[in-house]
T-cell receptor
């Protein structure tokens, strides 16, 4: 099946700094990628839908100026958490749409801890 | 509105017992996909099954089985002869619109603990 990677797998940063998380499709091209956030002991909540070459579509309540998404190529989408604060500490998971299979494949996730 | 409800927050059973995880969904779409995912402590989602709205046949895969009933909007998951390795959080999910480019809506998850 299709493989999606995320980098880094975990990151610790100081409050006020920005963190970039990468989501790559390794053996296929993905026009559409999704970013989810999961707080401890909670479910996955969709943050935004990222389409290659266009602006991301954010879910209600997600600050687009704080969570910058760039999908500049068919194999890479990035999520930048700007001016991170402790409440942004979470598990961030991306998924990529493989239209040929009509399926989404999930990355392994990135655990962000903001001190 | 689209919604997935997993009423069981936590379940704990002794090894070798059978256990059923419940899932009820809501959607106005006539075409959709339903999923089950397993999330072990590592956090990585493990895909278990995808079922489309036109296929109500029950499915069995080893110790796992799924019962899809459109009449009650349910998609329940049963583990037979549970093992300690089955301990994880299980998510039921819905992808309405019959396209993988549509968003997936997750239930709140059921934390399953299998005691030796």
């Amino acid at each position: 099946g299709a493989v999606v990677s995320q980098h880094p797998s975990w990151v610790i940063c100081k409050s006020g700094t920005s963190v970039k998380i990468e989501c790559r499709s390794l053996d296929f091209q993905a026009t559409t990628m999704f970013w989810y956030r999961q707080f401890p002991k909670q479910s996955l909540m969709l943050m935004a839908t990222s389409n290659e070459g266009s602006k991301a579509t954010y879910e209600q309540g997600v600050e687009k100026d704080k969570f910058l998404i760039n999908h500049a190529s068919l194999t890479l989408s990035t999520l930048t958490v700007t001016s991170a604060h402790p409440e942004d500490s979470s598990f961030y998971i991306c998924s990529a749409d493989v239209s040929a299979y009509n399926e989404q494949f999930f990355g392994p996730g990135t655990r962000l801890t903001v001190l | 509105a689209q919604k997935v409800t997993q009423a069981q927050t936590e379940i704990s059973v002794v090894e070798k017992e059978d256990v059923t995880l419940d899932c009820v969904y809501e959607t106005r779409d006539t075409t959709y996909y339903l999923f089950w995912y397993k999330q072990p402590p590592s956090g990585e989602l493990v895909f278990l099954i995808r079922r489309n709205s036109f296929d109500e046949q029950n499915e069995i895969s080893g110790r796992y089985s799924w019962n899809f009933q459109k009449s009650t909007s349910s998609f329940n998951f049963t583990i037979t002869a549970s093992q300690v390795v089955d301990s994880a959080v299980y998510f039921c999910a819905l992808n309405a619109g019959y396209s993988s480019a549509s968003k997936i809506i997750f239930g709140s998850g059921t934390r399953l603990s299998i005691r030796p």
